[in-house]
């Protein structure tokens, strides 16, 4: 027999005969498909809702096609027309849908620029240690300039916390965020378009760490934007202007031009999902809600104008005039759409987007209606599955045949009626019937298998379980055969065939994906099914509970059960603390959901390792890792709301030991970013997650919110081993003290004793003060690397005092030019140029390299520059054009020494042999290059050698950590020669 899911395996896969449609006299069920650039444009013949034309194109990893510019609309009409196609189709675009109604609808309106205009809100602030202030917002395009969106000062500092506007026309308003008078960098946010558009920041006194978020998206972040020090309390909040006094002092040329509504703040960091929900479902988050809109508790000067209009959330914009926004399923922003906005075509809020074939005109409709539809997919995801798709028929699939051999005729025509199940009773049947496929031993599953096993599965997932709650018995038999069949594809023999199929899906995350959203579904409906769900495998355990928030007398704790666990730290809890913040919220009966999944780390990865995307980075820096645990997930659900509680998270992960001293690894707690997935970047995640505990085979973190968790480990290479490296630590220990109290001792005597001064003098005082200071930063720096405060400053300390003590062996090199080689140049204020060399050059390259880099200015492991980013090159760029200078004056010099020392051999010794004059100049010269070497800094030269032994790791530690001046008698004076 051959019928739907049971027999299809090896056909899933769906065929674009006909090309690039050169030729019009292709039937229509030959030329169904389109290249154009990157992408396959497929047709859908069926007649679906919109939902379920959008499901069709996503079971085949794809999307319903998304149009981003004119010239695709142009291609695909064409396309359209050489198919002889009349119906109107289904394209990947909704009308922004109404929200729920929670916000009000009063707004602020400011109208030109003045110094008068505010609203002051009545509410008395306390201490904030992390504060999330969000607002709806629409700039006033005529006008460029700075626009103050809100500000708030306390008595004793106008400047606390504000948020300011640049606009200057013809492009993008951008936002900086100032607190504590420390101001953010400007960053591009929206388009200067006259429309509404979301506006959030974000600040936390750890770390100093911040975000400013448009329309949904972080559009800059960064840290150490006023470390430490919370916001202070019994401050004014003002919107439309800039304070210069507490509470007043306007000026005209800062103020807020436009309409501000529905501005919330939190005492607390909103992360992402929460900032996503306010924007596009209109959800206020309570947890920690500080402020909420309400414009009874403003004091309005009477020229703002408050009027009520249709918030966004309620369906109708603020203004009937108010753009509409356009949703596209596969994640892409095109500004480009063409649906007509007049009388005879509305465009209502929610109704989905059709595509015209004959005039390439769109339009809204109904999203219930039946048409067909038009999708679009990756062209190399598209031709690795042809490939695939001709392969013969697998193992699995000739079992799968073999095993439905005997099913009834009306499971065979129910079977047919779709190439998917359509409802719970037939998809407990066949999910039954291949893990028992799968569990054959003989049935070995290809690529192609877990493809299609990947589609059923994520279709499963997507049925409606709510119209099956009475009939619970069959919804727990198919959450367990679907758990079971899960965790036999998702196992570690079939790492493999998901790499070879890496390039069409994130591996088995998208399994845990599904198993995600089946688990929310059951949440949905477990008051018909029990009091909990306890499933667990030999990959995965998941488990559902309900629990009564005033009965948890201690931290909720999951702890896998599945015998892979056993003997293994792994755990994931809910802090007592935020069980209370629960209860606080209003909540006392919560759902909380957990997985485990294991093998997910033995999986192979593509020949890079996993990309970790860096929180809190301007840049979304991507840093390779790899990962070293299994997978445990933590939802904590409302079932009267049916939807998720955000709530923070600590867990326990037990990875392979680290041992050796090979490699240094370095943890980091990550989750896996599943809506990433259709943008630039895909995968794993570590913002709002932080290393708490970091041993040798277990690592604790804590998240700020919850999904899928894990830990990923880099691995550094290192070039010796750890006695060596003991020894190397000891040696600069002992060599910097020593220097220390010879440095001390020296500068002392230069002080008290009675040296005439000079050039020359002064030139040895200042390199004794900086290598001090380098030497007694450096000695201290160990107490610093638990605080990145102090660790920073510590860096940048050693970092100028090192760069002046070598500024100032250049002046020590370009006096003894002037001594020696032009003997007949002036000294008359030339001193004043050796200080701007020795300390105003080290002092602008620090200052420049701190603002310019600032978020990643330290290393990971010491107080010291950032090796991995290029910041280190702010010191070892000039450090070594002063050695090439350096090394030029003491070629010189030597050559002038020997030079000398022949003459005086000449004229001193008239029948000495050739043989002891030469001996008289060698020794002339080393003479030279040994008292020269140490006082111009080229002993640093081995320092470049270091990577090649560790005997000059050795030399290099004994040469520049013995920096011990000694004393020549030479006319009374005292030289240094470190």
Same mark, same amino acid.
């Given at each position: ?182 101001? *953010? ?44 020090? @919370? ?106 759409? @063409? ?76 079977? @047919? ?311 190397? @630590? ?27 001064? *000079? ?220």
């Amino acid at each position: 027999m051959h019928f739907g899911v049971i027999l299809a395996f090896s056909e899933f896969l769906f065929f674009c005969v006909g090309g690039m449609l050169a030729d019009s006299s292709l039937s229509l069920q030959e030329k169904r498909c389109f290249l154009y650039w990157d992408h396959y444009y497929d047709y859908v013949p069926e007649e679906l809702p919109w939902a379920g034309a959008e499901r069709w194109c996503r079971q085949r990893f794809g999307f319903l096609a998304a149009i981003g510019t004119a010239e695709d609309n142009q291609k695909l009409t064409s396309f359209m027309h050489s198919m002889r196609l009349t119906k109107s189709l289904w394209i990947g675009a909704k009308i922004k849908e109404s929200g729920r109604g929670t916000f009000g609808s009063h707004i602020l309106t400011f109208s030109g620029r003045t110094d008068t205009k505010y609203a002051k809100l009545l509410k008395q602030f306390s201490q904030l240690r992390s504060v999330t202030v969000c607002a709806q917002v629409q700039f006033d395009s005529t006008y460029v300039g700075v626009s103050t969106v809100f500000s708030y000062s306390i008595p004793s500092f106008i400047n606390e916390f504000q948020l300011r506007a640049n606009i200057v026309r013809g492009r993008r308003i951008q936002l900086a965020l100032l607190v504590h008078g420390v101001h *953010s960098p400007y960053s591009q946010a929206v388009d200067n378009n006259g429309r509404w558009h979301h506006l959030c920041v974000r600040w936390t006194s750890q770390g100093g760490g911040w975000a400013i978020a448009a329309d949904g998206s972080v559009i800059s972040s960064g840290e150490q934007l006023h470390v430490s020090d @919370n916001i202070g309390a019994g401050g004014v909040f003002i919107i439309g202007q800039e304070q210069d006094t507490f509470g007043g002092s306007f000026k005209k040329d800062e103020s807020f031009v436009g309409n501000i509504t529905q501005l919330h703040i939190w005492d607390r960091v909103l992360n992402a999902d929460e900032i996503r929900s306010f924007v596009e479902d209109c959800l206020v988050v309570p947890l920690g809600l500080f402020f909420q809109w309400n414009i009874s508790t403003f004091e309005i000067e009477t020229s703002v104008q408050v009027h009520e209009g249709f918030s966004q959330c309620q369906g109708d914009g603020f203004q009937v005039t108010e753009p509409f926004d356009i949703l596209w399923v596969d994640g892409t922003l095109p500004h480009f759409h @063409n649906i007509s906005s007049d009388v005879s075509h509305p465009v209502n809020k929610g109704e989905c987007v059709a595509f015209e074939p004959l005039t390439g005109a769109w339009k809204s409709e109904v999203c219930s209606k039946q048409k067909e539809a038009l999708c679009r997919y990756d062209k190399d995801i598209y031709e690795q599955m042809q490939d695939l798709s001709s392969l013969p028929p697998s193992p699995f699939f000739l079992q799968v045949k073999a095993n439905s051999i005997g099913i009834s005729i009306a499971d065979y025509l129910l079977l @047919n009626q779709s190439e998917y199940p359509e409802n719970v009773s037939v998809a407990n049947y066949i999910t039954g019937l291949l893990f028992e496929a799968a569990d054959q031993s003989h049935a070995k599953l290809t690529s192609a298998d877990l493809l299609a096993l990947t589609r059923f599965l994520g279709s499963v997932a997507e049925l409606d379980f709510e119209n099956e709650a009475n009939n619970s018995e069959t919804v727990l038999s198919l959450a367990t055969n679907y758990v079971k069949l899960a965790s036999k594809i998702i196992d570690v023999k079939y790492s493999l065939e998901w790499l070879v199929i890496s390039e069409v899906i994130p591996g088995p995350y998208v399994i845990i994906h599904s198993v995600d959203i089946l688990a929310e579904k059951l949440s949905d409906i477990l008051f018909t099914i029990g009091p909990s769900i306890v499933l667990s495998t030999e990959n995965i355990d998941m488990q559902l509970k309900v629990s009564q928030l005033s009965d948890v007398g201690k931290d909720l704790v999951y702890k896998p059960k599945c015998l892979s666990a056993r003997n293994r730290a792994d755990e994931i809890q809910v802090p007592d603390a935020e069980i209370s913040q629960l209860l606080t919220s209003g909540y006392s009966e919560l759902i909380f959901i957990n997985a485990y999944y294991r093998s997910v780390e033995y999986h192979l990865t593509s020949q890079n390792p996993d990309s970790l995307l860096l929180a809190g980075r301007s840049d979304k820096r991507l840093q390779t890792s790899q990962l070293q645990t299994a997978v445990i997930s933590s939802t904590v659900r409302d079932p009267v709301k049916a939807r998720n509680v955000p709530t923070a998270v600590q867990y326990s992960l037990s990875h392979r030991p680290v041992v050796g001293y090979s490699k240094v690894a370095i943890p980091a707690c990550v989750f896996w970013d599943f809506r990433l997935l259709d943008g630039q970047y895909a995968g794993w995640s570590n913002q709002g997650c932080q290393v708490i505990k970091f041993e040798s085979e277990i690592t604790v973190c804590f998240c700020n919110h919850t999904t899928n968790f894990a830990v990923l480990m880099q691995f550094t290479e290192v070039q010796w081993g750890f006695e060596t490296e003991i020894i190397l @630590n000891k040696l600069t220990f002992i060599g910097s003290g020593a220097s220390l109290c010879a440095l001390v001792v020296t500068l002392t005597l230069f002080t008290v004793l009675d040296i005439p001064k *000079s050039d020359r003098t002064s030139i040895h005082k200042n390199l004794f003060v900086a290598l001090i200071a380098a030497q007694v930063v450096l000695l201290s720096s160990d107490s610093a690397t638990n605080s990145e405060t102090a660790c920073t400053a510590v860096t940048a300390l050693l970092h100028l005092f090192f760069m002046a003590a070598f500024a100032w062996m250049m002046v020590e090199g370009l006096l003894l030019w002037s001594k020696v080689v032009t003997v007949n140049l002036s000294e008359e204020r030339r001193m004043k140029y050796y200080y701007l060399i020795g300390w105003g050059l080290p002092v602008l390259i620090v200052t420049i390299t701190l603002a310019a880099a600032h978020d990643k200015y330290i290393s990971d492991r010491y107080c010291w520059l950032n090796v991995h980013n290029g910041v280190i090159w702010a010191f070892v760029g000039p450090v070594i054009f002063i050695i090439m200078v350096n090394m030029f004056v003491l070629t010189r010099v030597v050559l002038i020494t020997m030079s000398t020392a022949k003459r005086r051999a000449t004229m001193l010794a008239v029948n000495s042999s050739p043989i002891e004059q030469a001996y008289d100049q060698i020794r002339a010269a080393v003479k030279a290059v040994l008292v020269l070497l140490p006082i111009l800094g080229l002993t640093w030269l081995s320092g470049v050698l270091v990577p090649l032994s560790v005997v000059m790791a050795y030399i290099f530690v004994i040469l520049n950590s013995l920096q011990m001046p000694r004393c020549h008698k030479r006319s009374g004076w005292f030289e240094e020669i470190h």
